[in-house]
């Protein structure tokens, strides 16, 4: 019988009941791979659903520094009837299938190329349990012993999770590594030699962590001195708001008289989200929102006020699959062209695309500040796979030097010191961005009113065309004041020269970075560039116009950041191939390569040491 | 505009407690129709905030779109207004209060961009009885697009156009009592008398206070079959009573005949002090101004004055436990936690 061998390189996948308690399980199995020293990657693929239905988590591991998904799974953890029979079948050749043998596999489970591993969950469970909660809950920690045994973890990793998980309720402890030894038992004693994928501790984790991006997202705003969040509820951006509440919590009560130095309201809907958003960061606080697709549809009317009246606002979107209610607990990019020109006439918006939960909360900082300094709307473009998976990036890092910067705001001694009169749109510094007044400041100087009809230098309504068209001037200016303030884009040099180019962004970025990597192997050279915000620096243009042809890899239908690309940039449409994933689940680099691939072929592009040989 | 308004001043304008005249309140002139009821709710406004005052930087002006929301550059200009997006004032004014809780925020909409497009942000905001001043200028119809009728316009009622509402009406008063204000009032654009103290007693009270004011679109809907022209609601209106509204400091020294007089103490120590007419309305009591405000309207009259007050409600604010201070004005040491507790969070992650 074939079997796969590896260590450090592999596809695991749990196949499980959501609302059975297998979450906690599986989390803990990705976090021993962590404390291990390796990367995981770990992808929990879950229904629009409480209890009952069918839900995986797909766990990779590896040693070389690829977080993207893989492809393929070597091994799957099977404990859903429901799905058992799908299960079994995608497994790769020489691959692995661990099951509930307290009944035996149905006949119609036909495949020689498998390993089968047998572990009695039930009747181990009810052997040693007698309370029904129990008797399920403990499975998927009999597995996870299991696993530890099969895969060579280290014992002591799992024990020190338990202690970990449970602290503050230790009478949990004894119990649940009780249940991880029955399962350590039982594949030892019955499958001392079945599995050849294994685990080997290294040290690469250093400095690391493994954490969602929503938290980062939310981090980022306690760091930007957020006080004001006004949200409403929509997978799978909830986290982020439950996430800044619970650090406002531990960290904005004032000890003192414990009362909250931030202000959260649940809104009656999105509209009312945005608006209580722009209704503060007019008056001076540092506001967000967290939605995903259907919300950025309803805030669109208030975009389109902020970014003419210009007023700050930061919008985090966590994307999901679409259109209209779409797959609500899937992943896609597909919001990058509506949310850069959201709202109705003329409008843009500032976009930022972390792609792991570190950037999540550089961005999310950033975006306080570029909102404030560029007085218009900022969005960040996060998605399910980043914001709800537990990601492996660098640890969170804050430098105490840092101060927020406000931007162009006048205080009461500035007004009192003003000698010209102040006009809320003059554009003084001739880079399109006006000075603005809080309300409360001053007296007599610097009220306004903030409109988004048509207005002058001094914010006074008009309908006189020139001014329309000085004030729509102006913003373009501002725009272009926001190419130099943006995160610039990362270039990756490919290591000989190269014609070909790739460019990614977001969730995008791991499995693309491997996919050159392993084109690379076929010594077929690609540069890339990971685009980190909307609007594009010059050397987005300057990229592509140095390559022959370049990918454009991206997580929707319709190729969204080309058609950005070409209409922003001028760019022949004929020097970008896209390379689309839309099925919800996120993009692996085996699916690049073959696109890649396929490419290449069509363009009867030979590896350089082939054509040589010509 | 064709004529702009004279600079000059008379040396001797009364000047109010804190030294400024009734012109610092001024705004910039208005374009609505001659003869809008709007105009007078908004000198109305401007005569409180003097009377009260009120530094006029310590006011918000917050509006959605309409004829109604329009009116915030007419009074107060030296306020910030903010005329936001059609019925989504509920929300921006929401997010300023919670921003800077010291501010007067007084909003004004009007029928349409409160009872319809903005009907789901009205009922939130005086569900979480956000501390605001909510002013509708209700006319029953949609000025600017023409004259369409509004829904609050009555079943019945026939605006220019001649087709009487087939609809029944929604009663922001009513609405406004029932989903927990505590502060509710109904006025005529055409009675200062009323209206003047009514805005000094809603801005006084601390929570979200509703004023419901009937303003009578002279170019649409002030027509004979009208529910809200001038002549019918000066023929059928019917007043809870007239009240004083005393501030902090004066003494009281009149007297009242007893049963007829009530006197109830606001948040900040000013009071309202009530000579009802209709001696069976408690004021106290929702069940009560509903009971009233529909016997009313079965008479066909327009009943108005406060209708309901419980000046013990507790605010947005306090529902969240924010701090007393403005959240605009935190620093960065109270909001930054900075690199050591960072530190300690990653290790969560480990």
């Not at chain 1, 990362?490 to 969730?507: D, M, P, R, V």
């Not at chain 2, 002139?29 to 310590?58: M, N, R, V, W």
């Not at chain 2, 701090?323 to 290790?347: C, F, H, M, Q, R």
């Amino acid at each position: 019988m074939h079997k796969i061998k590896a260590t450090n390189d592999f596809v695991i996948k749990f196949a499980n009941i959501n609302g059975t308690g297998s979450a906690s399980a599986n989390n803990m199995f990705a976090k021993s791979i962590f404390r291990s020293g390796l990367q995981v990657t770990p992808k929990n693929i879950f229904p629009s659903n409480i209890q009952g239905l069918p839900t995986w988590y797909e766990v990779r591991v590896n040693d070389k520094g690829y977080l993207g998904r893989r492809g393929g799974v070597d091994f799957m953890v099977a404990t859903n009837g429901q799905t058992m029979k799908q299960d079994f079948e995608e497994v790769l050749p020489g691959g692995y299938f661990l099951y509930d043998n307290s009944k035996p596999l149905p006949p119609s489970y036909q495949r020689d190329d498998l390993n089968l591993i047998g572990i009695p969950l039930t009747d181990i469970c009810n052997k040693e349990y007698s309370d029904p909660r129990q008797r399920q809950l403990f499975k998927n920690i009999v597995y996870v012993g299991a696993l530890s045994y099969l895969l060579d973890i280290e014992f002591d990793i799992f024990q020190q999770l338990v202690q970990d998980q449970f602290k503050g309720k230790e009478k949990l402890i004894t119990p649940n590594i009780h249940a991880l030894e029955l399962g350590y038992r039982y594949a030892k004693e019955n499958h001392e030699t079945t599995c050849e994928l294994s685990i080997e501790a290294k040290d690469l984790n250093k400095g690391k962590i493994l954490v969602d991006g929503n938290t980062g997202t939310a981090l980022g705003a306690i760091y930007a001195g957020a006080t004001v969040a006004g949200w409403y509820p929509i997978t799978p951006s909830t986290s982020v708001v439950d996430a800044f509440e619970k650090y406002c919590k531990r960290l904005r009560v004032c000890p003192s008289s414990g009362q909250n130095n931030f202000a959260i309201i649940q809104a009656e809907d999105e509209l009312s989200a945005m608006g209580m958003v722009l209704g503060a960061s007019w008056n001076g606080a540092r506001a967000f929102t967290a939605t995903s697709g259907p919300g950025l549809s309803l805030m669109s009317e208030f975009l389109g006020l902020a970014y003419f009246a210009e007023i700050p606002g930061v919008l985090v979107d966590v994307q999901r699959t679409g259109p209209s209610t779409g797959m609500p607990t899937r992943t896609q990019q597909s919001d990058i062209l509506p949310a850069a020109y959201a709202s109705h006439g003329d409008t843009k918006h500032i976009c930022l695309y972390p792609a792991n939960p570190n950037e999540c909360f550089k961005m999310s900082f950033d975006a306080f500040e570029l909102t404030e300094q560029l007085q218009t709307p900022v969005i960040i473009l996060s998605d399910l796979d980043l914001g709800m998976n537990d990601n492996l990036c660098d640890a969170f890092d804050w430098d105490d030097a840092t101060h927020l910067n406000r931007g162009k705001v006048l205080s009461k001694d500035e007004l009192d010191n003003m000698q010209e009169r102040w006009g809320r749109y003059l554009d003084l510094d001739d880079d399109g961005i006006g000075y603005r007044t809080i309300p409360g400041t001053h007296p007599t100087k610097g009220s306004y009113f903030t409109r988004g009809s048509s207005h002058d230098e001094y914010a006074a309504y008009t309908e006189s065309s020139e001014a329309y068209v000085r004030s729509m001037k102006r913003l373009e200016k501002k725009w272009e004041t926001a190419k130099q303030l943006v995160p610039a884009p990362q270039y990756f040099k490919a290591q000989s020269k190269a014609n070909i180019g790739a460019i990614f962004y977001g969730t995008s970025t791991d499995a693309s970075l491997e996919a050159i990597d392993l084109t690379a192997e076929k010594e077929i050279a690609i540069n890339g560039l990971k685009i980190n915000a909307f609007p594009f620096s010059d050397d987005v243009k300057k990229f592509i116009d140095e390559h022959d042809f370049v990918f454009v890899i991206e997580q929707n239908r319709d190729g969204q950041l080309k058609t950005l690309l070409v209409n922003e940039l001028n760019i022949n449409p004929a020097n970008l191939v896209s390379i689309l994933n839309y099925d919800g689940m996120p993009i692996t680099a085996n699916f690049i390569c073959q696109e890649i691939d396929a490419t290449l072929d069509r363009a009867k592009i030979t590896p350089l040491h082939k054509a040589e040989r010509i | 505009m064709s004529y702009i308004r004279p600079n000059i001043r008379h040396p001797q304008l009364p000047v109010n407690e804190i030294g400024f005249t009734r012109a610092d309140y001024e705004g910039a002139l208005s374009t609505l129709c001659a003869g809008c009821g709007h105009d007078s709710i908004s000198a109305s406004i401007l005569q409180s905030c003097f009377e009260l005052s009120i530094e006029p930087h310590k006011v918000a002006k917050m509006s959605g779109i309409g004829c109604s929301s329009k009116t915030p550059a007419y009074f107060l200009g030296n306020s910030h207004g903010f005329n936001s997006v059609h019925g989504r004032m509920p929300s921006v004014a929401t997010g300023a209060n919670l921003a800077n809780r010291d501010l007067v925020y007084i909003g004004v909409s009007g029928d349409g961009d409160t009872a319809s497009i903005g009907m789901g942000q009205f009922a939130h905001v005086v569900r979480r009885n956000l501390n605001m001043v909510y002013i509708v200028m209700n006319n029953g119809c949609y000025g600017l697009t023409k004259g369409q009728d509004s829904a609050t316009a009555d079943r019945g009622s026939a605006s220019k156009k001649g087709v009487p509402n087939p609809y029944s009406s929604i009663d922001l008063c009513e609405t406004a009592i029932q989903l927990g204000a505590g502060f509710v009032a109904r006025s005529f654009s055409g009675d200062k008398e009323q209206l003047i103290p009514l805005i000094k007693a809603a801005i006084s009270h601390r929570g979200f206070a509703l004023i419901d004011v009937v303003s009578p679109c002279v170019t649409f809907n002030n027509t004979a079959k009208s529910t809200k022209s001038y002549d019918h609601v000066r023929e059928h209106v019917n007043a809870t009573g007239t009240f004083d509204f005393v501030p902090l400091k004066e003494e009281i020294t009149t007297q009242y005949e007893p049963g007829k007089t009530e006197e109830i103490t606001l948040h900040d120590g000013s009071a309202i002090r009530l000579h009802k007419a209709t001696e069976n309305l408690d004021f106290n009591s929702p069940r009560s101004a509903m009971n009233e405000i529909e016997k009313h309207k079965e008479k066909g009259e327009i009943l108005t004055g406060l209708l309901y007050l419980n000046p013990q409600t507790p605010d947005t604010h306090e529902l969240l436990g924010t701090t007393n201070k403005p959240l605009n004005s935190l620093t960065e040491d109270a909001l930054i936690p900075g690199k050591k507790v960072l530190d300690t969070i990653n290790e969560s992650f480990q």
